[in-house]
């Protein structure tokens, strides 16, 4: 239903009919469109945290090839996971003016990051390594869901990794430990 317009015209009554349950069936559930609607971003933030918690901080904070198993194993997750749960992003990421979504998800890597004590370790200050990093990977995959997914995910894999690995693979985040 999300997928198909906008959010404002969006109804309970249209939610429900199109869910194929009644309205006190959706109310047991949901105060509100809003409650749903946070919902499934909740489901989405949560399943990128869990995904993005495997990596080792180690893998992040030194100079590595790009092309190592598990960071291309990561990628590869991620880039899947935007894939298989396109329509989602395709309408939370919506071009209404509502960066809810996108600083929700800049918000769960950060906290990442600090758990994985990887912010006291940048050699720049954390505002720009977060603006730099989290941006770019973020705008390029809004970019690439705006498209509706025009390449496939090992074509989007591949640019991801040419852009992003000369962060990692030149140390430029962090604090080198030589």
Same mark, same amino acid.
């Given at each position: 239903?999300?997928?198909?317009?906008?959010?404002?015209?969006?109804?309970?009554?249209?939610? #429900?009919?199109?869910? $194929?349950?009644?309205?006190?069936? &959706?109310?047991?559930?949901?105060?509100?469109?809003?409650?749903?609607?946070?919902?499934?971003?909740?489901?989405?933030?949560?399943?990128?945290?869990?995904?993005?918690?495997?990596?080792?901080?180690?893998?992040?904070?030194?100079?590595?090839?790009?092309?190592?198993?598990?960071?291309?194993?990561?990628?590869?997750?991620?880039?899947?996971?935007?894939?298989?749960?396109?329509?989602?992003?395709?309408?939370?990421?919506?071009?209404?003016?509502?960066?809810? /979504?996108?600083?929700?998800?800049?918000?769960?890597?950060?906290?990442?990051? $600090?758990?994985?004590?990887?912010?006291?370790?940048? =050699?720049?200050?954390?505002?720009?390594?977060?603006? #730099?990093?989290?941006?770019? =990977?973020?705008?390029?995959?809004?970019?690439?869901?705006?498209?509706? &997914?025009?390449?496939?995910? $090992?074509? /989007?894999?591949?640019?991801?990794?040419?852009?992003?690995?000369? &962060? &990692?693979?030149?140390?430029?985040? /962090?604090?080198?430990?030589?």
């Amino acid at each position: 239903m999300l997928y198909q317009g906008s959010y404002q015209k969006i109804t309970v009554n249209k939610i #429900a009919t199109q869910a $194929q349950v009644n309205h006190s069936t &959706f109310y047991k559930h949901y105060v509100n469109k809003d409650e749903l609607l946070i919902a499934v971003e909740n489901d989405l933030l949560s399943e990128f945290k869990e995904m993005t918690q495997q990596v080792p901080a180690s893998l992040l904070e030194s100079k590595i090839n790009p092309e190592q198993p598990q960071l291309e194993n990561y990628y590869q997750q991620l880039v899947l996971f935007v894939y298989r749960n396109g329509k989602k992003f395709s309408a939370l990421l919506d071009t209404t003016g509502d960066h809810s /979504f996108i600083n929700k998800l800049i918000s769960t890597d950060q906290e990442i990051w $600090q758990e994985k004590h990887l912010l006291e370790r940048l =050699a720049i200050p954390k505002r720009y390594a977060s603006t #730099a990093l989290i941006g770019m =990977a973020l705008n390029l995959i809004s970019e690439w869901v705006k498209s509706d &997914f025009q390449e496939t995910p $090992q074509e /989007f894999l591949d640019i991801m990794k040419k852009l992003l690995a000369p &962060f &990692f693979s030149e140390n430029l985040l /962090f604090h080198s430990d030589e």
